[in-house]
């Protein structure tokens, strides 16, 4: 079975946005999508630790929706979640630190590539059983009603998601008590080898909220204007006391499942076709083609991310190994 | 002093660091309006209000994941459960989600979250009974909390209310006592209204760790929690009269456990006795026995007896309840087995 949603190719639109926003989008998407294939890379050739999941073709997503939110609203994440830190500002370095299982790593090598952590950016966790987060972040949308912090919470989970039961439970509590929640579904249109068609009676994904009367979307997930838009929307619906929304993001995992993963279950002229669809060379045609940037502007934060991810790499090596006995101290809390 | 019902000692403790500390909430099913299936969060919603008693749909996965998320973010969430065997609904949000995050942060994560409801069985049958410490036992990051008392019952909720870490906060159906409207029969053993009846009103806390010798003795040693604990005392009584001096041991949180106050008794009486409610087979009873074997060994003069549930799920039927079960005389045999050798 092939994927059946619409190849975007065109430029973003940027016209009336910000280029100063539209530039951090641009260098954070790239971030993410060096961190990632420098990390690949690292895999192949270097004794790394553990596993990995991509989220390459995948950051417009991530960049998009934390774009809309302000440096204390939250988020959860999944497996696939490095973009996710990447755009809520969680450090390079100290990620990258955490890849190596280094003790100045984000969680200082506990957690590894799966459950990256940094309460101090709003990122609450990447929670690795698909799902789990999503009942969290809302807990986290109940946590700013209580305290009346005016916090938005967003969940990321990908198309898998939605058919495990905490994804209706929490929708629906957060529909009851109109929590400030927000709801992406990274619709990559494979969970593992299993399409959206496979796996999901109704495959348009975002039609979940009507069954708790929720407001939702579907957009073009490669296209990172069009994601930020309805986000923000969902934000300002979110903060005014309005309650959640759900919002499905049409995109495409370039990469494999995990690490080495083939995915020999996708035929080759679909990944082509998509990898020409590129979230990132469409946000670069478009800021082109709106005068946001010139192409020598563009071409500096290439390199700039390029140096960036080296730097990172570099201190993470640097970096201390964890103990044998370092766990020890992080089983429970002492108060 | 005054002599409170275990539940309204528990509801005082929640009450009372509620209006300490603004961070505490409360989530569950008919917690609010209705006051909880067993009344203990009575009246809370007149008090505290809907920002912070929610009444929850039947979503057990689902609001234990709240409470976890809002524990991340800053507050103290108490979460009940209507009956702790409902927890299994929520099994991957406890086991791979509120246990786990500290060490999956590598400690910057804190989840301040008690986790509360009633077990035990009362001729509910299968669902309504089952006694599910040892699940959370198992679980690396838990705490386990296991109030026998109405005094133990109040400063335990506080330190749990308190505690930085997910704890289980585990009551006895039938110990919650007459004394609370709707709390159900009270226990009949005699023993039950002999100790810790009298609780103090002012808010006090008992450090998680540190058992409670309840009844002194020289003979045998018996370790037990919750309702298995008055059984427990009611033979400590019967025992008396034929001259077996025993101790009796409530260990009151399984983890921490205060393996010092055990190793101590057993050092003294050279005899031991576990007994718990949940099923024998790698149940709290297993453990015991391996602590003690670990710890005190030398000190044994015979092989610990160990008096557990049946491994089955339990019968409706009365008298199949009764003889899955630890009963008195199952706890008296096992002790004169003990000193037999």
């Not at chain 1, 890379?41 to 960049?63: D, K, N, R, S, W």
């Not at chain 1, 609203?73 to 299982?101: N, Q, W, Y």
């Not at chain 2, 108490?78 to 995050?101: H, S, T």
């Not at chain 2, 576990?274 to 709290?284: H, I, K």
Request: net charge negative; with cysteine; proline share 4%.
């Amino acid at each position: 079975m092939t994927s059946t949603v619409e190849i975007r190719r065109d430029p973003v639109d940027c016209s009336g946005k910000d280029p100063a926003m539209l530039l951090r989008m641009f260098r954070k998407m790239l971030e993410a999508r060096e961190f990632e294939e420098q990390l690949y890379y690292l895999f192949l050739t270097t004794a790394m630790p553990g596993t990995m999941h991509q989220a390459v073709g995948q950051e417009a997503v991530a960049v998009g929706v934390v774009s809309a939110l302000n440096a204390d609203d939250t988020i959860t994440s999944t497996h696939r979640g490095h973009a996710h830190c990447v755009a809520k500002d969680v450090p390079l370095k100290e990620m990258m630190a955490e890849m190596f299982a280094k003790r100045e790593g984000s969680c200082r090598g506990m957690g590894g590539s799966m459950h990256l952590t940094d309460f101090s950016k709003g990122m609450l966790g990447a929670f690795a059983i698909v799902g789990s987060g999503i009942p969290i972040a809302t807990g986290a949308a109940l946590s700013a009603r209580v305290r009346g912090s005016g916090q938005v919470a967003v969940s990321f989970f990908g198309d898998g998601a939605v058919n495990e039961g905490v994804f209706h439970e929490a929708l629906n509590m957060a529909a009851l008590w109109k929590l400030p929640a927000i709801y992406i579904i990274e619709n990559n249109q494979y969970a593992l080898s299993m399409t959206v068609e496979e796996s999901s009676a109704v495959p348009n994904l975002a039609s979940r909220a009507c069954a708790y009367g929720m407001p939702n979307r579907r957009v073009d997930g490669n296209d990172v204007v069009a994601v930020y838009d309805a986000t923000r929307e969902a934000v300002e619906r979110a903060r005014a006391g309005d309650g959640p929304t759900l919002i499905e993001a049409l995109t495409y995992r370039i990469r494999g499942h995990a690490r080495f993963e083939a995915a020999g279950y996708r035929p080759e002229k679909e990944v082509e076709a998509w990898k020409a669809a590129d979230p990132i060379e469409r946000l670069a045609a478009g800021m082109i083609a709106a005068g946001a940037a010139t192409a020598v502007e563009l071409n500096r934060v290439r390199a700039e991310a390029e140096t960036v991810i080296e730097d990172a790499i570099e201190y993470a090596q640097s970096c201390s190994d964890v103990e044998a006995e370092d766990y020890l101290t992080y089983i429970t809390a002492e108060n | 002093m005054r002599q409170l019902g275990l539940s309204a000692a528990i509801r005082e403790g929640i009450v009372q660091e509620m209006r300490a500390d603004e961070s505490v909430i409360l989530l569950g099913e008919d917690v609010g309006k209705f006051g909880g299936a067993f009344h203990v969060t009575h009246d809370m919603l007149d008090e505290f209000g809907a920002n912070r008693i929610w009444d929850t749909p039947i979503s057990e996965a689902g609001f234990t994941g709240l409470g976890i998320g809002a524990a991340l973010t800053g507050l103290r969430p108490i979460v009940e459960y209507q009956y702790l065997d409902f927890i299994f609904c929520a099994m991957d949000q406890v086991v791979n989600q509120a246990a786990k995050i500290r060490l999956m942060s590598g400690g910057r994560a804190k989840t301040p979250l008690v986790l509360r409801g009633p077990q035990g069985a009362t001729g509910r049958g299968a669902q309504h009974s089952q006694s599910v410490e040892a699940y959370f036992m198992h679980t690396p990051g838990m705490k386990v909390v296991m109030p026998s008392t109405p005094f133990d019952a109040k400063g335990l909720i506080i330190s749990a209310i308190r505690d930085d870490n997910p704890v289980l906060f585990v009551e006895h159906k039938l110990l919650y006592g007459a004394a609370s409207p709707g709390g159900g029969k009270a226990l009949s053993d005699s023993a039950i209204q002999a100790i810790g009846v009298d609780v103090p009103e002012t808010p006090y806390a008992i450090p998680l760790g540190s058992a409670d010798v309840k009844r002194q003795g020289s003979d045998v040693t018996i370790i037990a929690t919750l309702l298995m604990l008055h059984r427990s005392l009611t033979v400590a009584d019967q025992l008396a009269e034929q001259g077996i001096s025993v101790e009796v041991i409530d260990p009151r949180s399984l983890v921490p456990l205060d393996v010092e106050t055990i190793a101590a008794s057993v050092a003294k009486t050279n005899h031991v006795v576990v007994v718990s409610e949940d099923t024998a087979r790698a149940g709290v009873s297993a453990e015991l026995v391996a602590t003690i074997n670990d710890h005190c060994f030398y000190d044994l003069e015979a092989p610990v007896q160990r008096v557990a549930a049946v491994d089955t799920p339990i019968p409706f039927g009365p008298a199949a309840e009764r003889h899955v079960i630890p009963q008195v005389d199952d706890i008296r045999g096992a002790v004169l087995r003990a000193l037999s050798d």
